[in-house]
């Protein structure tokens, strides 16, 4: 390429003859030529500006996934308001061009706070608004789902007034219904109902063992405690009653020690829970975590990672907490649905979407198990 003209920080000059190139391929579509006009300008001459032209060609060209990855290596060098904004607008594009507005609207808010003169010409405020509409009615369709749900539970439970006594095995795996029927990789099947003492043998054994290690840190004993403790996953009451506790007027933490993508994820999950409080046990979303900590404890006993008391005295533990903290089936299951929706979101950038087809999927495999038909002691 030719000469290009660098500022007093040895980067390219704003005014410099590469920017009408890229307008010219911007207004005909040729966001390939963009990307390759920036990536030929040595990567230490890159200023700020001309590596968010390589930014807006990804998006696009919606390549997300390299979009991301170069936000987050230009937020250290963006220095004024207008860049800081223009950083905080990009990532909520990306989230919101995906349908997850409830997310976009924390970044296009967080903009507006950097930027608050609009210096960047960015119009946040817009955008922000419009996030918000979409917010406010995925919201209040998530509302009327859970009212939905948990009438279907309670029609459901009532059913079949003499209730079946089963097995403490087989009532155990019945609450841990959702993992038990999770395809495993390679595998291509779930553990089942069928078998409280489920093995895998062989090849499927080796992959098992070798996925748990990968994906959970799960290889021994220990390190299942750990996984079972910590992991998010299995552990998503301890943060719905972080959420609750704030909601109702008595936080547990002074709000002020977070900050950045933290703040932003309690607020939104603030927002997000505000609307089911009302249709949750009191127990919270603990039906989900059991739920969880049953499959993983099926897991690890299968590929013996836990020996046979170990997994027995995991389920007798499980199978208690449940009893402890939740007076009928219908409480557990509403629990646990509703628990669903609250761990996707929190898994999935805050996808309220991706939550409510979750609940809906929840409900339709409880509604249709044997859980309700089962004596609940």
């Known amino acids: 390429m030719a000469n290009i003209t660098l500022d007093e920080n040895g980067k390219i000059s704003d005014n ?54 170069e936000l987050q290596k230009i937020l250290p060098d963006c220095k004024t308001p207008a860049e800081i904004a223009r950083y905080f607008y990009m990532q909520g594009y990306i989230l919101f061009i995906n349908d997850k507005e ?19 010409g960015l119009d946040l405020a817009d955008e922000a608004k419009e996030c918000r509409e979409y917010v406010d009615k995925d919201l209040k369709e998530l509302a009327e789902l859970a009212k939905q749900v948990c009438g279907d539970i309670d029609k459901r439970c009532a059913e079949k007034t003499e209730k079946e006594k089963i097995s403490d095995g087989a009532f155990t ?74 909601l109702s007027g008595k936080p547990k933490f002074d709000l002020k020690t977070l900050r950045g993508d933290a703040q932003r994820a309690f607020h939104n999950t ?53 009893l402890d903290f939740f007076p009928s089936t219908a409480e557990f299951l509403k629990s646990l649905v509703i628990g669903s929706a ?14 409510i087809t979750m609940m809906k999927r929840s409900r339709d495999v409880m509604l249709h198990c044997e859980l309700p038909d089962a004596e609940w002691a």
Not at 16 to 37: F, H, S, V
């Open 270 to 322: 603030c927002m997000f829970t505000e609307p089911l409080r009302e249709f949750l046990p009191k127990a919270g979303v603990l039906g989900w975590d059991l739920s969880e900590k049953i499959g993983f404890s099926r897991l690890a006993y299968s590929v013996d990672v836990l020996e046979k008391n170990d997994y027995l005295g995991s389920m007798v533990a499980i199978k208690k907490a449940a």
């Open 16 to 69: 410099d003859e590469l920017y009408k190139i890229l307008d010219e391929c911007y207004d005909n579509d040729e966001y390939d030529n963009i990307i390759a006009a920036v990536l030929s300008v040595p990567e230490e001459q890159r200023s700020v500006k001309l590596r968010f032209r390589l930014i807006g060609a990804l998006n696009n060209k919606k390549d997300f996934e390299n979009s991301r990855n």
């Open 173 to 246: 795996v019945l609450m841990g219904l959702i993992p038990a029927l999770r395809q495993l990789p390679a595998v291509g099947r779930g553990l089942g109902l069928d078998d409280f003492f489920q093995k895998f043998e062989g090849k499927d054994k080796e992959v098992i063992a070798q996925w748990l290690d990968t994906l959970f840190g799960i290889k021994d004993k220990e390190s299942f405690i750990k996984f079972y403790q910590t992991a998010q996953g299995c552990n998503i009451s301890g943060m719905y009653a972080d959420v609750d506790a704030f």
């Open 102 to 120: 409830l997310a976009a609207l924390s970044f296009y808010e967080a903009g507006i706070n950097a930027d608050p003169e609009n210096t960047s």
């Open 342 to 355: 609250l761990y996707t979101f929190a898994s999935s950038e805050w996808d309220i979407k991706g939550a």
